[in-house]
């Protein structure tokens, strides 16, 4: 009888225990916030985002707006006062609609073992793409709407093969998905032709909200980028219950995932185990924020590709590998986006610049990947990381035979070192003047560094 009473007490054990392991989530904000950022994404430090989709074949935004934002041409082609309104009317007459552009997006040279080949070479660790963006064209074949990668235009399950080619390079591998569409008609209510559409009674219980679990399902995503959030607040999206059911599908596998915080209107910065810093940079990158954030921009001041730009919209090497210098050492992320063309290649002006980052990553990845900020963000145009016992200060511009820091103290002892320079360098330290790092004028200047200059520095 006692062996019985136990066999049953552990039964129920058991029970509970492994059902407390499927599902330690719930739809509470008090639940969902207690998830913990992975290590995996705190180390990677660089990320590659791309925006591909149907508004890749127009491919166009008026240049002298600044930030272009061409993946919004169905839009802003119906949009009074716009000059998207005249230019598509010039180009394709006033009677082609948006989803004419849906045949015409073919796709014929993606080929995503070059485009995850790439991301690493660049440098980066992990990668996203737009799975559907308001236009609300998917990029797999969603059982839930036929306006889909499988069934129209490229005729191909664009998103699987992402997953596939990125996970056999070793990356980690997310989506982004828009909550809402502009004009589709089970979410605005306004009857007009959508290519595609099949009728639910209700948007976010029988569209959104099981496409998103389709994704999760199909392609177990590392992470998740959430957007289109901002017509309605979290209740009306019922983005708890979606996170808590990602979370805990993934908790099934050990799978250590994440999502950004756009849950609802007026909701970013609040929730969610990812800050976005979408083009303004200023929000993270002067200071220490110690929830984890990322700043996402464009090479070229868009997201999708822009034929109309100009090498003057393309940041240089230089201007974001700063940046990527700059929000590392604030606990930020640089998550860097292109716009591949409707035929599947990275344009030119945005693979050099990155590839650049890759040769400087290369020899100075050692003071970015895997450190996390340190006491002092920056002094001067100097950019302090840590890692163990090390510290490295970046230095943004040349500085000759003297490198100075006041707010460093190396160990007794300590050896600094150049990242990419053979052998150890002199240094002295005093409480008047700081750290000096005396580099000496016959040794030359790293080649491999030529954007900013690394030094470890042992504090402890």
Not at 27 to 40: F, G, N, R
Not at 329 to 342: E, L
Request: charged content about 25%.
């Amino acid at each position: 009888m006692r062996i019985m009473i136990l066999s049953l007490l552990l039964m129920v054990y058991t029970f509970f225990s492994n059902l407390s392991a499927q599902e330690p989530y719930k739809p509470t904000w008090e639940s969902l916030d207690s998830h913990k950022m992975p290590s995996w994404y705190e180390d990677a430090k660089i990320g590659l985002s791309m925006h591909w989709g149907v508004y890749s074949v127009p491919a166009w935004a008026p240049r002298e707006k600044g930030i272009s934002y061409a993946e919004w041409y169905g839009y802003r082609m119906h949009e009074k006062g716009n000059p998207t309104v005249e230019y598509h009317k010039e180009t394709y007459g006033p009677n082609f609609k948006y989803d004419d552009f849906i045949p015409m997006w073919k796709a014929e040279s993606f080929d995503p073992y070059e485009w995850a080949k790439f991301a690493k070479k660049m440098g980066a660790k992990y990668y996203f793409i737009t799975s559907k963006h308001h236009d609300g064209f998917c990029l797999w074949p969603s059982k839930y709407t036929d306006r889909n990668a499988m069934a129209m235009g490229p005729k191909k399950d664009l998103l699987g093969q992402f997953f596939d080619a990125g996970r056999k390079e070793g990356l980690k591998v997310g989506f982004y998905y828009s909550l809402y569409e502009w004009f589709n008609p089970l979410y605005t209510g306004k009857e007009i032709p959508y290519a595609g559409l099949k009728k639910v009674n209700n948007y976010v219980d029988d569209f959104m909200i099981p496409q998103i679990k389709e994704l999760i399902d199909l392609y177990h995503p590392d992470f998740i980028y959430f957007d289109g959030e901002w017509d309605h607040p979290e209740s009306f999206w019922k983005m708890k219950e979606l996170v808590a059911y990602y979370y805990n599908q993934a908790a099934k596998r050990n799978q250590e995932v994440f999502v950004n915080d756009r849950f609802g209107k007026e909701d970013r910065g609040k929730h969610g185990d990812l800050y976005n810093v979408e083009y303004d940079y200023d929000k993270g990158a002067e200071g220490l924020l110690t929830h984890k954030w990322s700043y996402w921009q464009g090479i070229a001041k868009t997201f999708g590709y822009n034929n109309d730009t100009d090498l003057e919209d393309v940041m240089s090497p230089k201007q974001f590998i700063d940046k990527v210098i700059k929000g590392v050492s604030s606990n930020g992320n640089f998550d860097i986006n292109v716009g591949p063309t409707a035929a599947g290649k990275i344009p030119e002006y945005e693979q050099y610049p990155l590839l650049q980052l890759g040769e400087w990553l290369a020899t100075n990845g050692e003071a970015i990947y895997g450190t996390r900020p340190w006491e002092i963000q920056h002094e001067g145009n100097a950019y302090y990381t840590a890692k163990g016992d090390y510290i490295y200060a970046i230095f943004l511009e040349w500085q000759g035979e003297e490198f100075r820091l006041k707010s460093v103290k190396p160990a007794e002892g300590s050896k600094i070192t150049m990242l990419g320079v053979p052998g150890e360098l002199n240094w002295k330290w005093s409480e008047t003047d700081g750290l000096t790092i005396n580099y000496p004028r016959q040794k030359a200047r790293p080649t491999s560094c030529s954007y900013a200059w690394s030094f470890r520095i042992k504090i402890k």
